[in-house]
Nanobody, 122 residues
């Protein structure tokens, strides 16, 4: 089992930045790929970014490319999502997830955090 806890969300103006953290406990976090997803009100949870267990490769949804950066520090059992140039449409609950497959699909992730709210005002 892996337990994940997100933090770092909040209210920010358009154009601002936030860094989300995902603290892992339980089984070794380094054995898992990590993903970030988000869910806006009335919408399905969607893929945002993923990173391999080696931390050597990141992949992003088109709508965040060039603005968001995913990273991880396995020594600290923590993953990160740095978000720059935020837009009102980025407003959502952001979730981190861990899974044994490097995937963009929600169903491939076994472990999920509780989510952290990000609100971007115009």
């Amino acid at each position: 089992q892996v337990q994940l806890v997100e933090s770092g969300g909040g209210l920010v103006q358009a154009g601002g930045s936030l860094r989300l953290s995902c603290a892992a406990s339980g089984r070794s976090f380094s054995n898992y790929a990590m993903g970030w997803f988000r869910q806006a009100p009335g919408k399905e949870r969607e893929f945002v970014a993923r990173i391999m267990w080696t931390g050597s490769s990141g992949n992003y949804a088109d709508f965040v490319k060039g603005r968001f950066a995913i990273s991880r520090d396995d020594a600290k059992n923590t993953g990160y999502l740095k978000m720059d140039s935020l837009k009102p449409e980025d407003t959502a609950v952001y979730y981190c997830a861990a899974g044994s497959i490097y995937s963009q699909r929600r169903d491939d992730y076994h472990y999920w955090g509780q989510g952290t709210q990000v609100t971007v005002s115009s």
